[in-house]
């Protein structure tokens, strides 16, 4: 196994990543990092390195001194953070790529994971069943920031023979790590409130259906792809990947399977505008064909993991 370093480590994949890798190849071998100084408990397992992925000298010393091989480069701002601080959002979601393709391109790095995302579609792009090549008009800062990413990875694949790969997720549940200024994290918030009090005030009304995936089935996936023979993989922008797609008020009414007193209201708010910009399912029969891909969990199976695992004592 490559030595691997995950950058934004303490993020709601980030996390998950390093857990999964460590499982795999050995704690010592995965080193987790992100710019905040204390390691998480969660992480405590295996080596941990405080590193600011905007210090590009910083970030260069460490990977060439510590000869890292395989590095997920997963900081970065999500779409409703990103909207309200732009300038940041492109600086770091944009800054942190080159510092690490240049790194592969200078024959450092192997092979690199960048994480893309259901949000480089835009309102022009067809809704249902969005295909892997369409009409990409993003009108998200997350948005354009996440396709300018993937031209560029193509870019330094096609130049400089760089091997990076890439996934479109979409919106992702976990119950191991908390999501941050996300769209879709109404889908994980829910599962908080209704073990905790029986009610939850979605901030999308509740027939914004958006393609989801639950967490396990985004890590194998991302572990399968980086694991995929390079000669098999025709993609090099980013993969459409697709888990369930379902609205907010179907899965209340999953979540009453288990707790038939749920009960859900609707307060849409500036987060509604980037949701209705996105697609409502994807079409992933490229990664299917590809690496294989086939997503594990549907709603019903996601539904009763998170019930079964999410501890409402971790809300603020
Ligand atoms: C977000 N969870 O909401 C992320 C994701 C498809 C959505 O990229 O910004």
Same mark, same amino acid.
């Given at each position: ?9 303490? +993020? ?7 857990? $999964? /890798? ?37 970030? *260069?010393? #460490? ?12 900081a970065a701002l999500?779409?409703?953070?990103a ?6 959002a492109w600086e770091l979601n944009m800054e942190g790529l #080159? ?23 835009? &309102?022009?792009? !067809?809704?249902?069943?969005? &295909?892997?090549?369409?009409?990409? $008009?993003?009108?998200?800062v997350y948005?354009?920031s996440k396709?300018a990413g993937? *031209? ?12 990076? *790969?890439?996934?479109? %997720? ?9 999501? +941050? ?21 979605? #901030? ?5 259906? /958006? !393609? ?16 995929? !023979?390079?000669?098999? /993989? ?11 797609? #379902?609205? &907010? @008020?179907? /899965? ?10 749920? @009960? ?13 910009? =996105? ?11 590809? =690496?294989? =891909?086939? &997503?594990? %969990? ?19």
């Amino acid at each position: 196994m490559a030595k691997t370093l995950i950058i934004g480590a303490c +993020g709601q994949i980030g996390t998950e990543l390093v857990l $999964e /890798l460590r499982k795999k190849w050995g704690n010592d071998q995965v080193t987790a990092a992100d710019v905040k100084e204390e390691c998480p408990s969660v992480l405590a397992n295996g080596p941990y390195v405080q590193l600011d992925i905007l210090n590009r000298s910083a970030v *260069r010393e #460490f990977i060439i001194d510590q000869q890292i091989e395989h590095v997920y480069l997963l900081a970065a701002l999500l779409s409703a953070t990103a909207e309200k601080n732009p300038a940041f959002a492109w600086e770091l979601n944009m800054e942190g790529l #080159f510092t690490i393709l240049d790194l592969a391109k200078e024959g450092y790095v192997k092979r690199i994971f960048w994480p893309s995302s259901i949000a480089v579609f835009g &309102p022009t792009t !067809p809704r249902e069943m969005t &295909p892997q090549y369409t009409v990409m $008009e993003p009108s998200t800062v997350y948005g354009i920031s996440k396709q300018a990413g993937e *031209r560029w990875c193509e870019y330094y694949h096609t130049k400089f023979g760089v091997d990076v *790969r890439s996934i479109r %997720y979409p919106g992702l549940i976990s119950h191991t790590s908390l999501p +941050g200024g996300g769209t879709t994290d109404y889908a994980v918030d829910i599962f908080y409130r209704a073990k905790q009090s029986g009610k939850y005030t979605c #901030f999308l009304k509740g027939d914004s259906a /958006l !393609p989801m995936m639950y967490m396990e089935d985004a890590i194998r996936g991302t572990i399968e792809l980086m694991e995929a !023979p390079a000669e098999k /993989l025709s993609i090099r922008s980013a993969y459409n990947l697709a888990g369930c797609s #379902f609205t &907010p @008020e179907e /899965l209340a009414l999953e979540i009453r399977k288990h707790i038939p007193e749920f @009960e859900i209201s609707y307060d849409p708010d500036f987060r509604q505008a980037i949701a209705d910009s =996105w697609p409502k399912s994807i079409d992933d029969s490229v990664a299917q064909k590809d =690496w294989g =891909w086939k &997503p594990v %969990y549907d709603i019903q199976a996601m539904t009763k993991v998170m019930l079964e695992n999410v501890d409402p004592s971790r809300l603020q």
